[in-house]
């Protein structure tokens, strides 16, 4: 999860525009030619981080910031339809204590477009403000998640060892806080550096993630910047501040190293690594792109910008175990390892709204009933209940970027609507 | 044409590296994960816009540029190969007198990759440098001839009018060099504007072309920067210094100016547009991109970056009338009217190098022999010829902006190659 948030109010949708009034198509964000200078969404002036702006921003970052490419090949692989428009009105309460229906959820979470597959059929799917089927929205964190498949895959092929330490592939990393942590360590994000991921701020404070931005070119650098140029020079400077292999804390750095472990050792770049393993052999419907610092380095902590269909793919070939499209896209024991889930205990502390008894492992949040997600700020998702063979891809562009902001109402929607597939 | 060059020597290849010395993937540019610093290519230096740094760059400009998508859809359409590897040794003699072979012609003009096809099937492909089937090679002003159609197409469908005067679609260029020239004029580049063209500028001078950079965010502005923000505010700023319909005299703001135009009289935006009559329905391989401002116009000037097979099939369509993948993508009149040709005596006076008695008119250059030219800077070009039978499509990184650079040996190529088309 990761945003460079301007200060939000710190209690959920306090002075904040309900998704109907702040829907991107009724405000006309970047509307006439030119747009008026009153609904311009830019990068130079920060406004496609604020609210509502980023509900039009979240959906066309690629004309915001520069990327590369991760373009599909062949053939579309299918995905066949059963709709079931009746879950629109499947009941369920918040952990609020709110009544309200599944189609009442999608607009309490800003949810930009929904897909749900049961049993590989599409079975509900909808597409809300400047949303289309080939909008590449931005995924944020659920960025991580193809990180660490990636680093799960690497470690299956022997070119990663979990037991080895970042700094014996990235030499650079040697005397700072994430050299002496080891690969497995990074990838369940249990170690102890000083890097707060606090999306908020405040007015006037330049926060940890607003320097991550400024370094990665997600903000533009002010006059006389002289902070860490690039996504790995921020890395690299971040000191340690608590034993490693304490409980987990999430930190977009650690993610930030595993893709530079992953790097080294694969000698491919984190967008081709995501071309080559999944977008050509999965038969993508749509190109992705992925956003890049000034020289080049992805943003693998959550600069992934994908169609819904494709990573529904993704979570697809996730609950089969690895196969999609008559090929093994991942090995079954990579996938098995990426989500079965990490130690409770060390999880605990968060106290993650909907999620108790949960863990984090693998760049994967994992639910006490055996769910994986995928999950990144603002309400992106890839859901992944293997039990009730379901598989729920969202963007969101929820004005709290934590997603705690909403999955108080998330979690009760989506267990409702397992219910309801179940009993149908 | 277009490139926010730096001061380059008056005469091509002075001082320059040849194309084998300069070779992107020798030089090792962004190589390693992160590059080293003196291997980057960058927007924030201007790096770039620099020989022999853009043999990489242009292959690879929306990693460094934001863009917006220009997505393809459904079955590739087909292009049946019938190599000719026989053609490499086809012998010219360039406008300076030079004896060399067609292969060796390559390398004289830094082509990047080349395709040409002879009655609609593939008879000589090559990818040279960074280059592969799926890179978005910027076409820079071969961008120009796509508003060129989309304008005149508009202008058969009856939503923009010839002699009707760009402020009658535009209020914001009432009173502006532009606002009183007739949209003719404007297609033909035959208006009196203060806008001076030179790609070379010099040491401590910002040119035109720089200025017109750095309002569409190609280069970065500097600290205090108050000039024009955005494409569209460049267009509305620059006076008239000569009576319109005069001789042809080749300024970008002219196309910025059209494609402005074309936006207003459609209601689409030019990505929109080129995305719904070209990319969507042509069967192409690959998605393209094209640059845009802050504001999110795109740089219909120069911008456009698309895969090499199907800026050929771009080509094709063109030497079929507008027919292709079994659709009337352009209607022939449109076709027949942008490769025309314009007025000779109007364009006598430039003395462009390899084009005696050729013309300017609808953002195409025309030879006296018929042939259809998409030309931008550095090399990139489509060549419709036919009378021949034979579409050429070229990228290319050459060291001189200006195509002056490269006619000299680019034309007696051509016409080599089509006259041993013509033999077999």
Chains 1, 2 share one sequence.
Not at 37 to 61: C, L, N, Y
Not at 176 to 192: C, E
Request: charged content about 15%.
């Amino acid at each position: 999860m990761f945003t460079p948030s301007l200060h939000l109010p710190g209690h959920p949708h306090e002075n904040m525009a309900d998704a109907a009034s702040s829907d991107p198509v009724a405000m006309g964000w970047m509307q006439g030619f030119p747009p008026p200078r009153d609904r311009q969404v830019r990068w130079d002036d920060a406004s496609m981080w604020r609210f509502p702006q980023w509900r039009w921003g979240f959906s066309h970052m690629r004309a915001l910031l520069p990327t590369a490419s991760i373009p599909r090949e062949g053939p579309v692989s299918s995905l066949p339809r059963a709709l079931r428009n009746d879950l629109d009105g499947v009941e369920l309460t918040t952990l609020a204590g709110v009544r309200m229906s599944w189609q009442q959820s999608l607009a309490a979470t800003y949810t930009d477009a929904i897909l749900v597959l049961h049993h590989g059929r599409i079975v509900y799917e909808r597409w809300f403000g400047v949303t289309r089927p080939d909008t590449q929205h931005i995924l944020f964190s659920v960025t991580k998640s193809f990180v660490g498949l990636l680093a799960e895959l690497l470690i299956e092929q022997g070119k990663l060892h979990e037991t080895l330490k970042a700094a014996d592939y990235v030499p650079e990393l040697a005397g700072w806080g994430l050299g002496n942590a080891t690969v497995r360590q990074i990838l369940d994000m249990r170690t102890g550096i000083a890097f707060n991921e606090d999306y908020a701020g405040g007015p006037g404070i330049v926060s940890d993630v607003q320097r991550m931005s400024m370094a990665g070119g997600l903000l533009p650098r002010p006059a006389g910047y002289d902070g860490p140029d690039g996504l790995y020079a921020l890395v690299a400077g971040i000191a340690q501040d608590a034993p490693h292999g304490g409980d987990f804390v999430y930190r977009t750095p650690n993610t930030q190293c595993l893709q530079w472990l992953v790097e080294r050792a694969s000698g491919q770049s984190l967008a081709s690594l995501i071309t080559d393993i999944f977008w050509r052999p999965m038969g993508m419907e749509n190109d992705a792109a992925i956003a890049v610092d000034r020289m080049g380095v992805a943003f693998g902590g959550g600069g992934l910008m994908a169609a819904l269909r494709d990573t529904a793919r993704v979570g697809e070939m996730l609950r089969l175990g690895g196969l999609w499209n008559g090929r093994q896209i991942l090995p079954a024991a990579v996938v098995a390892r990426a989500l079965r889930g990490g130690d409770p205990a060390a999880f605990a502390h968060v106290n993650y709204p909907g999620n108790p008894d949960g863990s984090y492992a693998s760049q994967f949040w994992h639910r006490a009933g055996g769910q994986a997600m995928a999950l990144g700020v603002h309400g992106q998702g890839i859901y992944v209940d293997r039990a009730a063979g379901v598989v729920i891809a969202r963007s969101g562009s929820h004005p709290v970027a934590s997603n705690r902001g909403n999955m108080g109402v998330t979690i009760p929607a989506y267990d409702a609507l397992v219910a309801a597939l179940a009993r149908d």
